[in-house]
C-alpha cells in the first residue's frame, strides 16, 4: 500500500475517534460567547470577550469531569453537560422574549419549573441510551456544533477584515495633519476635555424631563464658566461627534468613502484615536490622559496615561459592561434579578463602577507634572440609567418593559433626570479641584456629545450642554449657538497662535448609529 494511502487512512481513523470525544459542550460554549460579541462587534473590540471565554471554556470542562462521576463514560457526561449548558446559555435570552411577549411565563415561578422537568428528563433519557447510540450523538452533535460555530467565527472575521482594511487606508491621513505655529503663551494651559454622554440643554431638559437645570448653569459661572443658552451638537451619534469635534471639520467626506453596508462607530476609530486636536498638543510636548469607558472605538490606549481599563484588574468589580450584558442572557439573570429584589443589582455596578473610576480620578490628574491634554468621556447621564440623585445604585426594570410601555417611558424619564442630578453633583467639585490645583491656568470643555437619547423629538437628540472655561476669561470669541466642530477651532486660534476660521454651526440627525442618511437640524431656541 502506498505511504500517501496508509497516511490517510490513519487520519481518518483519528478523525473518526476523534469527534467520538464530548467535544460539543465546549463547541456551545464558543458558539454563545462568540454569537453575543458578533452582535455586539461595532461596539467593542475583538478582545473583549477573552476573559468570558476562557473562564466558561474551564467551567465547561469541569462541569463534564464532575458528570463523569454519575455516570458510565465521558460521551453521556458530555451530553448531560451539553443540557445543563443549553440552560444556562439560553435563560436569559428566553426571559427577555417572554417579558416582551407574554409577561407573565417570564415569571420565575411560571418558567423555572418546566424548564427544570426538561432538563432532568433529558437527563434521564441519555443515561438510557445506549453505547452505540451514545457514540452515534456523540459524533453528530459535533459535526452540528462545528458548522454552528462556523457562523460567528466567519461573520466576526470578515467584519474585522474590512474594518482593518478601512482604517489602514486612512491612518496616514489622520495622523499629522495639525500645523503648528508659534503660541503666545509661555506657560501652556492645561486643556480638559470632560463629555458628559447624552448631556441635553436646559430647554429640552425642562421640556422633556422637567428638570430646571438653572442652577446648575448659574453654578458654573460663578466659578468663571461661559455657558452656550442654545448650543447644539453637530451629530446625535457619539462616534459622529467627537469625529468632528477632535478633527474640527465636519466628517461627510468619511461617510461617502466608507464601504457599502451599515456604518460602524470602529469605521471613526482612527478620526477619534488619532485626531488633529491630540496629535497637535503632542506636538507641542503634551502629555495625554484619558480612561476607559467600555466603548472600545472611543479608546486613547495608547495616550501616556490610559486609565480604568478593568482587563488588567481582575477582582470582582471590575467586569466590563459587554461582560455583564452577556451574564444577563445567561443563568445568571436569575441571580441578578433575585439580588435586585433585595435592593442591590449588580448588573448595574459595571457602568456604574466605571463612571465612578473616572469622577474619582479625574481631579487627581492636576497633579500629573507639565501640560496636559485630558479626555474624559463620562456615559452620564446616558444610559443605563442606574443611580439616583444621590449616587445609590439602583435597577429601575427598563430592560424588561416593551419600548411602547408608557411605565417604561416614565421611567426613562426619571432615570435620565435623576442622573442629571446626580453627575451635576459630581462634576462640580470635580471643576472646583481642577482649578484650585492649576490655579486657573486651564481651558474645560465641558460638554453633551450630544443630546438626550430619549428626547421627544429629533431637535432634542441635538440639544446639548456646552460650557467653556478659559484661563483670562476672555469669552468674545464664543457664542450661544456654537456647536463642537468650532470650539478646538477657537481654542487653538486664541490660545496657541493658529488660524482656524469658524465653520457653519449644522446638525445632522440619525436613529441609530449604523445609519448612512444624515437629516439636517435646524436649531429652535427661545433664547436666541
Not at 64 to 84: E, N, V
Not at 118 to 134: C, D, E, F, P
Not at 232 to 249: G, K
Not at 464 to 493: E, G, K, Q
Request: overall charge neutral; aromatic content about 14%.
Amino acid at each position: 500500500m502506498p505511504p500517501t494511502v496508509t497516511y490517510l487512512s490513519r487520519l481518518k481513523i483519528l478523525l473518526q475517534k476523534g469527534l467520538l470525544l464530548p467535544w460539543h459542550p465546549f463547541l456551545l460554549t464558543l458558539y454563545a460567547n462568540l454569537f453575543f460579541l458578533g452582535r455586539n462587534i461595532s461596539q467593542v473590540n475583538l478582545y473583549v470577550a477573552n476573559r468570558l471565554i476562557v473562564i466558561f471554556m474551564v467551567s465547561t470542562l469541569l462541569l463534564i469531569l464532575f458528570m463523569r462521576i454519575f455516570t458510565s463514560d465521558f460521551q453521556k457526561s458530555g451530553a448531560i453537560a451539553l443540557l445543563g449548558l443549553m440552560f444556562f446559555f439560553s435563560y436569559g435570552h428566553l426571559r427577555t422574549y417572554l417579558n416582551l411577549h407574554i409577561p407573565i411565563l417570564a415569571m420565575n415561578k411560571f418558567l423555572l419549573p418546566p424548564l427544570i422537568v426538561l432538563l432532568a428528563a433529558g437527563v434521564i433519557v441519555v443515561r438510557k441510551l445506549s453505547r452505540t447510540t451514545i457514540l452515534a450523538l456523540t459524533q453528530y452533535l459535533t459535526v452540528v456544533g462545528m458548522i454552528l460555530l462556523m457562523f460567528p467565527v466567519i461573520f466576526i472575521f470578515r467584519y474585522q477584515s474590512k474594518v482593518t482594511e478601512y482604517q489602514r487606508s486612512i491612518f496616514v491621513e489622520t495622523v499629522g495633519q495639525a500645523h503648528l505655529q508659534d503660541s503666545p503663551y509661555d506657560a501652556f494651559p492645561d486643556i480638559y476635555f470632560i463629555v458628559l454622554d447624552g448631556y441635553g440643554r436646559a430647554d429640552v431638559l425642562k421640556t422633556d424631563f422637567g428638570l430646571d437645570n438653572s442652577g446648575f448653569l448659574n453654578d458654573l459661572q460663578k466659578r468663571g464658566f461661559y455657558t452656550a443658552d442654545c448650543s447644539v451638537s453637530n451629530y446625535s451619534q457619539t462616534e459622529l461627534s467627537f469625529a468632528s469635534t477632535l478633527n474640527m471639520t465636519y466628517p461627510e467626506n468619511i461617510i461617502t468613502n466608507l464601504p457599502a453596508g451599515d456604518l460602524s462607530p470602529l469605521y471613526f476609530e482612527p478620526y477619534i484615536k488619532h485626531n488633529q486636536v491630540r496629535t497637535f498638543f503632542e506636538s507641542l510636548g503634551y502629555k495625554t490622559v484619558a480612561f476607559f469607558t467600555g466603548y472600545y472605538w472611543t479608546h486613547w490606549d495608547d495616550a501616556t496615561y490610559f486609565l480604568g481599563d478593568p482587563r488588567f484588574n481582575l477582582t470582582e468589580s471590575s467586569v466590563s459592561p459587554f461582560e455583564e450584558s452577556f451574564l444577563k442572557t445567561t443563568l445568571f439573570r436569575l441571580f441578578s434579578d433575585t439580588v435586585t429584589s433585595l435592593g442591590n443589582n449588580p448588573a448595574s455596578q459595571a457602568n456604574a463602577n466605571i463612571a465612578l473610576f473616572t469622577l474619582d480620578q479625574l481631579p487627581t490628574i492636576a497633579q500629573v507634572r507639565g501640560p496636559k491634554f485630558v479626555f474624559a468621556h463620562i456615559m452620564l447621564p446616558h444610559p443605563p440609567y442606574v443611580f439616583d440623585p444621590n449616587g445609590k445604585i439602583r435597577d429601575l426594570g427598563i430592560d424588561n418593559l416593551s419600548s411602547s410601555d408608557p411605565i417604561r417611558n416614565e421611567l426613562v424619564r426619571i432615570g435620565y433626570h435623576d442622573q442629571v442630578l446626580y453627575v451635576n453633583n459630581r462634576i462640580l467639585p470635580v471643576i472646583d479641584t481642577i482649578l484650585s490645583r492649576t490655579n486657573g491656568n486651564v481651558i474645560i470643555v465641558l460638554e453633551g456629545d450630544h443630546g438626550p437619547p430619549d428626547a421627544q423629538e429629533e431637535q432634542g437628540h441635538v440639544k446639548n450642554l456646552s460650557a467653556y472655561y478659559f484661563p483670562n476669561r476672555d469669552y468674545a470669541s464664543l457664542y450661544p449657538t456654537i456647536s463642537p466642530v468650532n470650539i478646538f477651532r477657537i481654542v487653538l486660534t486664541d490660545y496657541f497662535g493658529q488660524s482656524y476660521p469658524l465653520l457653519e454651526d449644522s446638525s445632522y440627525f440619525s436613529a441609530t448609529s449604523a445609519e448612512r442618511t444624515l437629516k439636517l437640524i435646524p436649531n429652535i431656541c427661545s433664547s436666541k
